[in-house]
C-alpha cells in the first residue's frame, strides 16, 4: 500500500499514539443506554477482547468503531485521529463479520480481491495479494468456488482472508467463531492468534465466551449494561476481579466474608480437609455439609453448605485413589487464605456462588 | 382407515382439484388443433389451419402489436417506477412511509373495474382522449406494483450486512450500489420484468376502459367469442396468449425459486 499524506502523520505519532482511544462515548437506542459513557484505550498489535453477555454494548461499541453506528455523544480516535464521524470507506478499519456477510454472487477469490478492486490496485496486483491472503487461511485451492459450495468454517475463513487483505491497521471480529461447532472453534483460536502475530495487527474481538476470551487475549474489557466493569489482561481479570460481576461472569467464583471484607475466592483455592488442625495458621477454616457431588475427571467439583446457609463450590484435583472422591453428606471443613485470596470490597450483602 | 387408503384418496382428491382448474384449457387446446369450423365431439380430425388463419387475419396481428406494445412499454415504466420506489421505501425512513407502501400496493389488490372506472373518468376530466398512452398508463398501475414487491422482497433480504461488509471493505456508496446491491438485484428485476410483462398481455378489465376505439388481444377475443364468430380462430390466439402468458411466469418463478435456496 502506498503512503498517503494521513499515514505518514499516523506514523509519526503512532510510538505514543494508541490504536483506538474511546473518550466518553454514549449510544442509546430509544430508552436503552446500549453504550453509557466508556472510556477505553487500545495499544497498538494489542489482541484485545470486549467480553460480556449479549445486550452488554459490546457489539454496539464494536460496529461505532466501525463507523456503522453514529454516536450521542464522546469520541472515537484510530491513531491519533479522530473518526467519530467518519464513514465506514474512509476508516483504515476492517470487520470480520459475525453472518461473515460473504458476497454470494462473487467467487472466493472475487470476495477477497473486492477491497482491493474498490480502491482501484491493478488487477495483477491484487490477484497475488489475495492469493496470499488466502494461503494464510489455508483456502489456496478454493479461489474459483462460490460461497454457498463452502463449509461454515471454510466461509469464515474467506472472511478473515476478505479483511486481512487490505492490511487494516485495525481488525474488528464480531463473535466469528460463534457459528463453528467446539472443535473447529478452538482450531480457529489458535489460528486467529498466530495469523494476529504474523500480520501485527490490533485486534478487537467481540465474544461472550469467557473461555475463549481468555485463551486469546492480551487484554480484556467486561462489559456490563453498556459500560465497562473492569479491563486487564486475562490474569488480572481472573485472579482480582474488581467486582463481583466479573468475578461471576469470569468462571465460578465465591464471595467469602472476612474481617469486614468480601473477597473473591475461586473453587480450585479452597481446601476441602477432614482434619483443620493440620492447616497452616493463617487460613481460616470454616465447618461445612458436602451437599453436592460431580465428578468431571480431572477434578471433582463439590458444593458444600456452610452453618450460615451459604453454598460454597470448592474444586478438588483427583490426584490420588478412586476413594479420594468425598461422598455427599460428609461433614468437613473448608479453609482459605485471606491473604492470597482478592478483596472485592466491604461486606454487605450476602452472595451465592455464580456461574 | 389405514394410512395408505387415506393417501390413496388425497391423490385422488387432488387429481380432481388438477382437472378441475386444467379441463378447460384443455379443451382450448383442443380445439385449437380442430379441423372442423363446428365445435362438436367427437373432433373430426386434427389441423393447423387455424393458426395459418389468425396469422393472416389483419385485425389479430393489429390487436397483437398494441398489446406488445403496451406490455413492453408499461414493463419498462414498471420497472424504472417500480425499483425507484422501492430504494425509496427501503433506504429512507420518512414520515408516511407505510401509507406509501400501501398506496403502491393497491392498485393490484384493487378490483379491475375500479381502477379501470378511475382512470376512464380521470381521463375525460382531463380532456385526454383514450389511446395507447392510456392503456400504458392503466397497465402500469399494477406492473409497478409486481417489480416493487418484487424489488422490495430482495433489498430486505439481501442489503443490511453485504451493504455493510461493502462499505468496510472501502467501497464508496456508488461502488456498494454498482457491485454488490444491483448484482444481487438482476433476478428479481428480470422476474418482476416477466410477470409485470404477462399482467399487461392478458389483461382485459382495465384495457376496456382504457382502450377507445383499438383492439388488444384478449380485447379482440373477446369481442370475436361474444359475435360467436370466428370462435376455431379465436382458440388458436387463446394458445398463443397462454403460451405467451405462462413462459415468463414459469421462468420468474423458477429465477425466484434458485435465489431462495441460498
Redesign the interface.
Given at each position: 500500500m502506498t503512503q498517503t499524506a494521513d499515514d505518514v502523520t499516523a506514523g509519526v505519532a503512532s510510538d505514543a499514539t494508541a490504536a483506538v482511544r474511546i473518550t466518553g462515548l454514549h449510544k442509546s437506542f430509544g430508552a436503552v443506554r446500549a453504550v453509557d459513557g466508556v472510556d477505553l484505550t487500545i495499544e497498538k498489535g494489542e489482541f484485545f477482547t470486549m467480553l460480556g453477555p449479549s445486550g452488554s454494548g459490546k457489539t454496539t461499541l464494536l460496529r461505532i468503531i466501525?463507523?456503522?453506528e453514529s454516536v450521542d455523544r464522546g469520541t472515537v480516535e484510530i491513531f491519533g485521529v479522530d473518526m467519530t464521524r467518519t464513514?465506514?470507506?474512509d476508516r483504515d478499519?476492517?470487520?470480520v463479520?459475525q453472518?461473515y456477510?460473504?458476497?454470494?454472487?462473487m467467487t472466493v477469490q472475487d470476495n477477497v480481491e473486492?477491497?482491493l478492486?474498490?480502491?482501484r490496485v491493478p488487477k495483477k496486483k491484487r490477484a497475488d495479494t489475495a492469493a496470499d491472503a488466502l494461503a494464510m487461511v489455508g483456502l489456496t485451492a478454493m479461489g474459483g468456488r462460490k460461497p454457498?459450495q463452502l463449509s461454515g468454517g471454510q466461509r469464515q475463513r474467506v472472511a478473515l482472508a476478505?479483511?486481512i487483505v487490505?492490511r487494516p491497521k485495525v481488525l474488528l471480529l464480531d463473535e466469528p467463531l460463534g457459528a463453528l461447532d467446539l472443535k473447529l472453534r478452538q482450531g480457529m483460536q489458535l489460528e486467529l492468534k498466530r495469523i494476529q502475530r504474523e500480520a501485527g495487527i490490533t485486534f478487537i474481538y467481540v465474544t461472550h465466551d469467557q473461555e475463549e476470551a481468555l485463551t486469546m487475549s492480551d487484554r480484556i474489557a467486561v462489559f456490563h449494561k453498556g459500560q465497562i466493569e473492569q479491563a486487564g489482561t486475562p490474569v488480572e481479570i481472573y485472579e482480582q476481579p474488581s467486582t463481583e460481576y466479573v468475578a461471576g461472569f469470569i468462571g465460578v467464583s465465591n464471595m467469602l466474608d472476612h474481617a469486614g471484607l468480601t473477597y473473591a475466592v475461586r473453587p480450585e483455592r479452597i481446601r476441602m480437609v477432614t482434619d483443620p488442625a493440620s492447616e497452616p495458621p493463617d487460613a481460616v477454616c470454616v465447618p461445612a455439609v458436602v451437599r453436592e457431588v460431580i465428578y468431571l475427571g480431572v477434578n471433582t467439583r463439590y458444593t458444600v453448605g456452610l452453618a450460615s446457609g451459604q453454598a460454597v463450590v470448592v474444586i478438588r484435583p483427583n490426584g490420588g485413589a478412586a476413594d479420594n472422591v468425598i461422598p455427599a453428606g460428609t461433614d468437613v471443613t473448608i479453609c482459605w487464605w485471606p491473604t492470597t485470596s482478592h478483596s472485592i470490597g466491604p461486606s454487605g450483602q450476602m452472595s451465592t456462588p455464580k456461574n | 382407515m389405514t394410512g395408505t387408503t387415506s393417501r390413496v384418496l388425497l391423490r385422488i382428491w387432488a387429481y380432481l382439484v388438477v382437472a378441475f382448474l386444467f379441463f378447460p384449457i384443455a379443451i382450448v387446446v383442443l380445439y385449437a388443433f380442430n379441423s372442423s369450423n363446428v365445435q362438436a365431439w367427437p373432433l373430426p380430425g386434427f389441423s393447423t389451419q387455424w393458426f395459418t388463419v389468425a396469422w393472416h387475419d389483419n385485425q389479430v396481428r393489429d390487436a397483437l402489436w398494441l398489446s406488445v406494445k403496451a406490455g413492453l412499454i408499461s414493463t419498462a415504466i414498471a420497472l424504472v417506477l417500480g425499483s425507484l420506489a422501492s430504494f425509496g421505501v427501503h433506504k429512507f425512513k420518512f414520515f408516511g412511509r407505510e401509507t406509501i407502501s400501501f398506496l403502491v400496493v393497491l392498485p393490484l389488490a384493487l378490483p379491475g373495474i375500479i381502477t379501470g372506472v378511475a382512470l376512464n373518468s380521470a381521463f375525460s376530466f382531463a380532456g385526454v382522449g383514450l389511446s395507447l398512452m392510456t392503456i400504458i398508463i392503466g397497465h402500469a398501475t399494477f406492473c409497478v406494483v409486481v417489480v416493487y414487491n418484487n424489488v422490495l422482497a430482495r433489498l430486505r433480504r439481501v442489503s443490511g450486512s453485504l451493504v455493510e461488509a461493502s462499505m468496510d471493505l472501502g467501497a464508496r456508496p456508488w461502488q456498494t450500489f454498482r457491485l454488490v446491491t444491483m448484482p444481487s438485484l438482476t433476478t428479481a428485476l428480470v422476474s418482476g420484468a416477466l410477470l409485470a410483462f404477462a399482467l399487461s398481455f392478458d389483461e382485459i378489465i382495465v384495457t376496456t376502459f382504457t382502450a377507445g376505439a383499438q383492439n388488444t388481444l384478449p380485447l379482440w377475443i373477446f369481442g370475436a367469442i361474444r359475435l360467436g364468430q370466428q370462435l376455431p380462430e379465436v382458440n388458436a390466439v387463446v394458445l398463443v396468449v397462454l403460451v405467451v402468458t405462462i413462459l415468463p411466469v414459469a421462468i420468474s418463478t423458477r429465477l425466484t425459486g434458485r435465489e431462495g435456496i441460498q
Open positions: 466501525g463507523g456503522f464513514p465506514p470507506y478499519v476492517n470487520t463479520f453472518n456477510a460473504l458476497f454470494p454472487h473486492y477491497g478492486r474498490v480502491k454457498d476478505r479483511a487490505n | -
